[in-house]
């Protein structure tokens, strides 16, 4: 949009992916992916978005029961405002992250799955795969809004073409269950991308320079 909607140079352009939510000092400085993430079935799926709808959650749904309907056993976490009652599939409501009790339990989702699916139809950036990131936990997710830069495909997740079906979501989290190695590197390359660029310590220097430059060139 900056540079075709307002013809703004491309190396004038920065841009930095929506980091994580979550306290630093409540993520494990390091992470043994093949311990923390052991591939079992079930498979733990979470979804998390206030409004169901927009964040996909029918859509979640949908894959976890093409899971189980091909023999995959799969069990999905809703955290959101819509109450889900379908088998497999667990609500646990809303979380205040401001209580330090709820942000505990809060984040005992993202330490406990397996991946994030996060279907949306519509998102302006995404923080929650970033606070997924943060427990190598990958995002499967699709290209709609901002979030092919919340997850780079293939290194913090899975970005499918925007709009995609239930159908191509369960093909993907098969394929990484047939695929354990595949999944694991995928954890160890999500936690890495969290410590690089998905936190406020990196970004808040990264926009600190930023600022510095653009005053520089303005004196």
Not at 167 to 187: D, F, G, M, Q, T
Request: proline share 6%.
């Amino acid at each position: 949009s900056l540079m075709f909607d307002y013809e703004i140079p491309p190396e004038r352009i920065d841009v930095l992916p929506n980091p994580s939510a979550i306290p630093m000092d409540m993520v494990p400085e390091h992470l043994d992916v093949k311990e923390s993430k052991r591939l079992t079935q079930p498979m733990r799926l979470l979804f998390v978005g206030r409004d169901g709808f927009l964040k996909g959650l029918d859509i979640a749904v949908e894959t976890v029961q093409l899971l189980n309907s091909r023999g995959i056993q799969a069990e999905l976490a809703v955290c959101s405002r819509n109450n889900v009652d379908r088998p497999n599939v667990r609500w646990v409501g809303t979380f205040t992250k401001s209580d330090p009790a709820q942000l505990q339990q809060y984040v005992r989702l993202y330490q406990d799955a397996h991946l994030l699916i996060h279907p949306a139809r519509y998102e302006s950036a995404g923080i929650v795969p970033s606070e997924a990131a943060a427990f190598a936990t990958p995002t499967i997710t699709n290209d709609v809004g901002g979030l092919s830069t919340t997850v780079v495909d293939g290194v913090s997740g899975i970005v499918l073409r925007a709009g995609s079906p239930a159908k191509s979501y369960a093909e993907v989290i098969a394929e990484l269950l047939n695929e354990p190695e595949r999944y694991y590197r995928l954890c160890e390359t999500t936690r890495c991308r969290y410590e690089r660029e998905l936190n406020w310590s990196v970004v808040g220097r990264r926009f600190v320079q930023i600022l510095k430059t653009v005053a520089s060139e303005q004196n």
